[in-house]
């Protein structure tokens, strides 16, 4: 049974620091794209950073400067390490592993609230 669980989330003042960890389980981690996404209130999903197998990462422009991804094999875990905070960062974030369309999984999300 494939399983991703975030944690990490939380409520912090606007320039503070988050660190996001997805744990999976039932898959052959060290192969999957893993991503973060985030979905705001009323708004569509996004996509926040993800990093190959191979270690090639890519940012949306609104993170870039700000979040780091990184991810431990031998963990099975992704990061998403979130500095300086704005309000618009407010969302649940969720954890993404995708390999093909059949092998494609979401963890249940992790509340980010950036309030003063």
């Known amino acids: 049974q494939v399983q991703l669980v975030e944690s990490g989330g939380g409520l912090v003042q606007p320039g503070g620091s988050l660190r996001l960890s997805c744990v999976a389980s039932?898959?052959?981690?060290?192969?999957?794209?893993m991503g973060w996404y985030r979905q705001a209130p009323g708004k569509q999903r996004e996509l926040v950073a993800r990093i190959t197998s191979s270690g090639r990462i890519m940012y949306d422009d609104s993170v870039k400067g700000r979040f780091t991804i990184s991810r431990d094999n031998a963990k099975n875990t992704v990061y998403l390490q979130m500095n300086s905070l704005k309000p618009d960062d407010t969302a649940v974030y969720y954890c993404n592993a995708f390999w093909t369309t059949a092998s494609d999984y979401w963890g249940p999300g992790t509340q980010v609230t950036v309030s003063p």
């Open positions: 039932g898959i052959n981690f060290s192969i999957y794209l």
